[in-house]
């Protein structure tokens, strides 16, 4: 069993332990007991006498476990952990943390001079409440999500007892009803795009209900003309790093669900046909001026530069309004897929694995309301089950 003796600091009890590293070196561990100094002596000391005894003193130098510094500031915690954290999400993962991260949760705390440990359920529900003044309760419970796993892991490298966001109110998620164009909007909007920069993302955006990322990341490589298929395994999304934005290619779909192989309709084959014999022919008119980068993606320009995913998101909205279309989103294409898909009688669970949902809930949550056949199809059998006739059914009594 380890050396230890209790330790007051902030009114609470510490276990402090000693023990020697694999090199003789002295070393000491600070283990929060969460117990408040007055009347819980004895506690403390019989909590002490069992951390004591299941203290197994770390084996290696590089060990990712934070040093047990009660007086660590909250700020310089998350600093920390961010770091940590990099190695265990995907880049865009990351990088979106980093984003949040940066503005606002660490200036607020930084102001506030929170430490780790006197951090309080009170100190975040009050963040909240301040962010929901200028923020939907969805971007702050985006907040909440990065907070929670930050204190989680501070929990169990047990520089802290428990976690203060385990006894917060998260708000309410906002309800979200997706914009989209109906068949004859999404007809006149293919004329419109034809031959622009936009034709090929708009197209796989509304038929096949690619997401952003999966449209500029679709790569020849993943199309088969002779079997007729394009596969989705690779994306091209924009992350920011350091302040500036970059795109990031990756071998990766957002879910595994969202790995998928899909027909290539006549119509589509033609088209992607088409857009890579002018690729090859813009090649030969440019020479050396070409560029090469990008040999394999299907969303490029006439000198070959892969199509930015922002440059997407920003010009899409400016092209409907100046061909005097109603502005929606870019992912609103893919809702429209999904709206002309049920409304043509395709089941739901079919539609998720066509949009590449990890699960049927996400399908269902998102786009029951435009299920009117479904209901349909249930008042029919109401009628059935009753044996009403469907003449008669203005005839049935309240």
């Excluded at 609470?12 to 070393?27: E, I």
């Excluded at 995907?90 to 780790?116: D, H, M, V, W």
Aim: proline share 5%; with cysteine.
């Amino acid at each position: 069993m380890v050396a230890g003796h209790l330790q007051e600091k902030g009114g609470l009890f510490y276990a402090v332990l000693s023990y020697k590293d694999k090199n003789g070196k002295r070393c000491t561990k600070w283990v929060p007991t969460g117990l408040a100094v007055k009347g819980n002596k004895k506690r403390a000391e019989a909590m002490l006498t069992e951390i004591r005894r299941k203290f197994v003193p770390p084996v290696q130098e590089d060990d990712q476990e934070m040093p047990a510094d009660v007086d660590i500031s909250f700020v310089h915690f998350l600093d920390r952990w961010i770091k940590i954290a990099k190695t265990t999400v995907k880049p865009a993962t990351y990088a979106s943390y980093c984003q949040l991260l940066n503005k606002p949760i660490r200036p607020y705390f930084e102001e506030k001079g929170f430490t780790l440990i006197g951090l309080q359920a009170s100190d975040i529900q009050e963040f909240y409440l301040q962010q929901l003044e200028r923020v939907s309760p969805n971007t702050v419970i985006h907040y909440h999500a990065i907070i929670h796993k930050a204190l989680k892991y501070a929990v169990k490298t047990d520089m802290i007892p428990v976690n203060p966001a385990d006894k917060v109110d998260r708000p309410k998620k906002n309800a979200f009803t997706p914009s989209f164009y109906d068949s004859e909007e999404i007809n006149k909007l293919f004329d419109l795009v034809e031959g622009t920069e936009l034709e090929i993302p708009v197209k796989l955006a509304t038929f096949y209900g690619l997401r952003r990322s999966e449209c500029i990341g679709l790569r020849w490589s993943a199309i088969d003309f002779e079997s007729n298929t394009l596969t989705i395994n690779h994306t091209v999304a924009a992350i920011e790093v350091d302040g500036k934005e970059i795109d990031l290619a990756s071998d990766t779909t957002k879910t595994k669900s969202s790995l998928r192989t899909l027909p290539l309709v006549p119509a589509f084959k033609e088209l992607l046909l088409r857009k890579q014999a002018e690729q090859n022919e813009f090649r030969r008119l440019c020479g050396k001026a070409y560029c090469t980068d990008f040999l394999d993606y299907v969303c490029v320009n006439q000198l070959g530069v892969r199509t930015s995913p922002s440059y997407i998101t920003n010009a899409f909205p400016g092209f409907l309004k100046r061909k005097g279309m109603r502005v929606i989103r870019f992912h609103d294409l893919r809702h429209s897929c999904a709206s002309v898909l049920l409304a043509n009688g395709v089941p739901m669970k079919q539609i998720q694995e066509w949009l590449g949902h990890s699960d049927f809930s996400t399908t269902a949550n998102i786009y029951a309301h435009l299920d009117f056949q479904s209901k349909v199809s249930s008042a029919e059998a109401m009628l059935a089950g009753l044996g009403v006739k469907e003449n008669e059914a203005a005839k049935i009594p309240d």
